[in-house]
T-cell receptor
Framework: IAGITQAPTSQILAAGRRMTLRCTQD?????MYWYRQDLGLGLRLIHY???????GKGEVPDGYSVSRANTDDFPLTLASAVPSQTSVYFC??????????????FGPGTRLTVL | GQNIDQPTEMTATEGAIVQINCTYQ??????LFWYQQHAGEAPTFLSY??LDGLEEKGRFSSFLSRSKGYSYLLLKELQMKDSASYLC??????????WGAGTKLIIKP
């Protein structure tokens, strides 16, 4: 593994189904993030984690949950998918959640379609 | 509310110079980032500004004016591979990144 990986790459899901998007990083970064990216809109933060064992809500958390059992993994779960959750989902990580030039590194994304 | 504004799309010619502007209104300021995103790919980091002035990195430069809530990304000697979206993001008082919708840059030969 090099950097951040996400799985699956893409998924078509029936409305009402439960889905977990996986994210793993091997950079030992403290902070991890989940974003969704929709056409014409900026990246929007869903949930974040500043360190293993803690999570927080971002701008658009409704319908999503996360966990951070260890440093490397940060799965995102859609409990009951709805069509408005059709989007491209990016996982990201950074060494610090505070100020400074710590850039966020992004995974390749998961393209999710909910029908 | 928090807001980041960038032009939706710009067109430039190979070999030329282009300036992509970004204005922001955020609750607090802890730095401004520029990212590049090629179609179908993940964003990648380009530059970071926290103090007023110009930061130069090869063909790319980024400028910040905190009093005006304004930044620009300057791309020189444009190459076809520079065709991409350029995302402006501000780290707010909660140290969260607030993202603009991105500027799609089209390079013509």
């Amino acid at each position: 593994i090099a950097g951040i990986t996400q799985a699956p790459t893409s998924q078509i899901l029936a409305a009402g189904r439960r889905m977990t998007l996986r994210c793993t990083q091997d950079m030992r970064h403290n902070a991890m993030y989940w974003y969704r990216q929709d056409l014409g809109l900026g990246l929007r933060l869903i949930h974040y984690s500043n360190t293993a064992g803690t999570t927080g809500k971002g701008e658009v958390p409704d319908g999503y949950s996360v966990s951070r059992a260890n440093t490397d993994d940060f799965p995102l779960t859609l409990a009951s998918a709805v069509p408005s959750q059709t989007s491209v989902y990016f996982c990201a990580s950074s060494d610090s959640d505070a100020g400074g030039p710590d850039e966020q590194f992004f995974g390749p994304g998961t393209r999710l379609t909910v029908l | 509310g928090q807001n980041i504004d960038q032009p939706t799309e710009m067109t430039a010619t190979e070999g030329a110079i282009v300036q992509i502007n970004c204005t922001y209104q955020t609750s607090g300021f802890n730095g401004l980032f520029w990212y590049q995103q090629h179609a179908g790919e993940a964003p990648t980091f380009l530059s970071y500004n926290v103090l007023d002035g110009l930061e130069e990195k090869g063909r790319f430069s980024s400028f910040l004016s905190r009093s005006k809530g304004y930044s620009y990304l300057l791309l020189k000697e444009l190459q076809m591979k520079d065709s991409a979206s350029y995302l402006c993001a501000v780290k707010d008082s909660n140290y969260q990144l607030i993202w603009g919708a991105g500027t799609k840059l089209i390079i013509k030969p």
